[in-house]
T-cell receptor, first 113, second 111 residues
Framework: DVKVTQSSRYLVKRTGEKVFLECVQD?????MFWYRQDPGLGLRLIYF???????EKGDIPEGYSVSREKKERFSLILESASTNQTSMYLC????????????FGSGTRLTVV | KNEVEQSPQNLTAQEGEFITINCSYS?????LHWLQQHPGGGIVSLFM???GKKKHGRLIATINIQEKHSSLHITASHPRDSAVYIC?????????????FGKGTHLIIQP
């Protein structure tokens, strides 16, 4: 089974802290995504990457950055956490080749106080 | 951006009832996904469809490409089916930014 692993299930951080959310997939997928999920708004794309060191802004990139130094790892960075970044964050990976399909991680519920 | 519309937004039913959740989209797609998310949980892919019908246990997903519409059916519903069900599409030639999501259907099955 393809696995997408997010490093933390629950996280509480203070306003102004730098926050790293890590995501690792084990199936050599080219594409990786970071979403946030909020009640009434559904899933919104923050950033995605289609290859190592490549990154593209999604619909709501403000206040976030990403890093993809290795194919299996895609990190989401909150440079200076704010309370409006309290949310559920979901990572996903996707292959267009063999093993075609989306796989989601179990999510990180981040609370910024 | 192209929209994905789901209905109903909320659904409460009694155990054993037949459940239908609908999804419509606006332009051509290469695939449609039905996803399930239990409270506080991650997202699990139930089905990926590009045509016809798929069945897995008590779950059935259908898609009508001409009408740009898909349905997810649950037969003999059970309280453990209570979850948010999300429809998501991969638009044809949509680029590398992946799926477009509906806002989800919050399903509660009461015993």
């Amino acid at each position: 089974d393809v696995k997408v692993t997010q490093s933390s299930r629950y996280l509480v951080k203070r306003t102004g802290e730098k926050v790293f959310l890590e995501c690792v997939q084990d199936m050599d997928h080219e594409n990786m995504f970071w979403y946030r999920q909020d009640p009434g708004l559904g899933l919104r794309l923050i950033y995605f990457s289609y290859d190592v060191k490549m990154k593209e802004k999604g619909d709501i990139p403000e206040g976030y950055s990403v890093s993809r130094e290795k194919k299996e790892r895609f990190s989401l960075i909150l440079e200076s956490a704010s309370t409006n970044q309290t949310s559920m964050y979901l990572c996903a990976s996707f292959s267009t080749g063999e093993g075609y399909g989306y796989t989601f991680g179990s999510g990180t519920r981040l609370t910024v106080v | 951006k192209n929209e994905v519309e789901q209905s109903p937004q909320n659904l409460t039913a009694q155990e054993g009832e037949f459940i239908t959740i609908n999804c419509s989209y606006s332009v051509g797609i290469s695939a449609l996904h039905w996803l399930q998310q239990h409270p506080g949980g991650g997202i699990v892919s139930l089905f990926m469809l590009s045509s016809g019908k798929k069945k897995h246990g008590r779950l059935i997903a259908t898609i009508n490409i001409q009408e740009k519409h898909s349905s997810l059916h649950i037969t003999a519903s059970h309280p453990r089916d209570s979850a948010v069900y999300i429809c998501a599409v991969l638009y044809s030639g949509g680029g590398a930014d992946g799926l477009t999501f509906g806002k989800g259907t919050h399903l509660i099955i009461q015993p």
